[in-house]
């Protein structure tokens, strides 16, 4: 059997975002609106040189069926992130956040600070740099995707929800009213009237759980998730 031999994953990034690309401009959605929204997708924030990258692969893929030679890096094979060590440490490191709060100048800060300190490696300078936090982000496997709204349906329409509701809650209901304080209006003010109570029995004070509830991302338009 011959060995297959399988694309790196910043080549698979670019297939991918050309075919996102791609779709939006089937559905009739401009160039430049097509590469704000893959910008989007794809960065933190609105990334405009990113944007402006998105047409080019676009354009020279359709030409000549493949993608244009990667010219960024330099590293000739020496980056850090080679280290299978670096690897471990760095997936670990995402791994362990709650989801939803990673975030580019966080890991940019980690590794500086914590990861590589940890395996003896003495940086220059200021270390690395944000964006190759944000380049290792997508190497290692993670992505930056748009927050999508979704609706939940609780099913409380259903027959036997239904059949609960008229034939168990509501009479347990009718029945501890009876125990409860009632709250009378009178005028502009309302009046505490309590309970008369049997010998034996206790006040019933009912507590209500709002039905509302919010996620932890509930302000966020991006997050970083793993693939």
């Given at each position: 059997m011959a060995h297959k031999q399988h694309a790196p994953l910043s080549c698979i990034n670019q297939?991918?975002?050309?075919?996102?690309?791609?779709?939006?401009?089937?559905k009739g959605i401009g160039c430049i609106i097509a590469s704000q929204e893959i910008a989007w997708q794809w960065?933190?924030?609105?990334?405009?040189?990113?944007?402006?990258?998105?047409?080019?692969?676009?354009?020279?893929?359709?030409?000549?069926k493949h993608l244009p030679a990667s010219t960024q890096g330099g590293d000739h094979g020496h980056?850090?992130?080679?280290?299978?060590?670096?690897?471990?440490s760095a997936r670990t490191y995402l791994l362990?956040?709650?989801?939803?709060?990673?975030?580019?100048?966080?890991?940019?800060?980690a590794l500086n600070k914590q990861i590589l300190l940890s395996l003896s490696y003495q940086l220059?300078?200021?270390g690395l740099s944000l964006c190759t936090a944000?380049?290792?982000?997508?190497?290692?496997?993670?992505?930056?995707?748009?927050?999508?709204?979704g609706v939940y349906m609780d099913g409380h329409e259903r027959p036997d929800v239904m059949e609960y509701h008229n034939k168990v809650f509501l009479p347990l209901m009718a029945s501890l009213e009876r125990r409860m304080v009632q709250w009378v209006s009178e005028g502009s003010e309302l009046v505490c009237i309590d309970p008369d109570l049997a010998p034996g029995e206790k006040r019933v004070i009912?507590?209500?759980?709002?039905?509302?509830?919010?996620?932890?991302?509930?302000?966020?338009?991006?997050?970083?998730?793993?693939?």
């Open positions: 297939f991918l975002i050309l075919r996102n690309f791609a779709t939006l401009l089937i960065q933190d924030g609105e990334g405009v040189h990113f944007a402006h990258q998105v047409c080019f692969p676009a354009c020279y893929y359709q030409l000549f980056s850090l992130l080679n280290d299978k060590q670096v690897q471990s362990d956040l709650p989801v939803g709060e990673v975030t580019t100048a966080l890991f940019y800060h220059r300078g200021t944000w380049r290792w982000l997508y190497k290692l496997g993670w992505q930056h995707t748009k927050l999508r709204k009912a507590v209500f759980q709002d039905e509302s509830s919010f996620h932890v991302n509930e302000f966020k338009r991006t997050i970083w998730c793993v693939q």
